[in-house]
């Protein structure tokens, strides 16, 4: 076996990341702290920014640690944010995108920053391992330490992705085919129905054959003529 053959073989070095991330308020002035722990060295990294969340802090840091890696690893990513392991192993993250980052009406928080993370996921075996904060935990408390400092540095950039976030109200569907909000099956068109007593009706609708949904389209309502009165 060649000797190219034999580095395709070997064992990814085994690394562990612990990460943080916070602001003073919620939103505020936020920064993130990372600890990487190699098998021949150790890193640290943090920033800052002048507007953001927790949780895009948490997720950042998260993201930043990893992309410190150069060559697939395997990895223990530690994080005190919930929010942040459960999307991971709970494969809420992975719903998200397959719903193209919406939740029926509303647009899934931060999802610039998946966008980012699930595919650095995908480079190594990561697993994500929730760490209860502020209790003692070395790496943990460093992270922290590296985030508080990070947010309060001067002349802090601007968290691009928070400040110019895309509006979060989802359109209206007014296309045949288009995903359902509920399951994403492409909704079909249907005829609207005239009830008695009503002062308006729609001409069409659009229905979801898979689960059911039902979606009024404002364009295709009309009003209903009214008998003309004789006094």
Not at 215 to 228: F, G, N
Request: aromatic share 10%; with cysteine; proline share 8%.
């Amino acid at each position: 076996m060649s000797a190219n053959e034999n580095q395709g073989f070997a064992e990814k070095p085994a690394v562990e990341i612990y990460t943080d991330g916070g602001c003073e308020p919620n939103p505020g002035p936020g920064g993130y702290g990372v600890v990487l722990l190699h098998p021949r060295k150790r890193m640290e990294i943090s920033g800052g920014f002048r507007l953001t969340t927790n949780n895009r802090m948490e997720i950042l840091a998260a993201i930043k640690g990893l992309e410190l890696l150069k060559v697939p690893c395997m990895v223990r990513l530690y994080s005190d944010s919930e929010y942040v392991v459960n999307a991971i192993t709970k494969g809420w993250a992975a719903g998200w995108k397959k719903r193209n980052w919406w939740r029926k009406t509303a647009r899934v928080p931060n999802a610039d920053l998946w966008q980012k993370l699930l595919p650095l996921c995908e480079g190594h075996e990561v697993e994500f391992l929730w760490v209860r904060g502020h209790i003692g935990v070395k790496e943990n408390e460093r992270c922290d330490e590296l985030a508080d400092a990070a947010l309060r540095q001067p002349d802090l950039p601007a968290d691009e992705g928070y400040e110019n976030r895309p509006v979060d109200v989802r359109p209206p569907i007014k296309e045949e085919g288009e995903p359902c909000w509920k399951c994403d099956e492409p909704v079909i068109k249907r005829p609207g129905r005239v009830k008695a007593k009503r002062e308006y009706y729609f001409d069409y609708y659009f229905y979801c054959p898979k689960c059911h949904a039902t979606y009024q389209v404002e364009e295709a309502r009309r009003e209903m003529e009214k008998p003309p009165t004789l006094f």
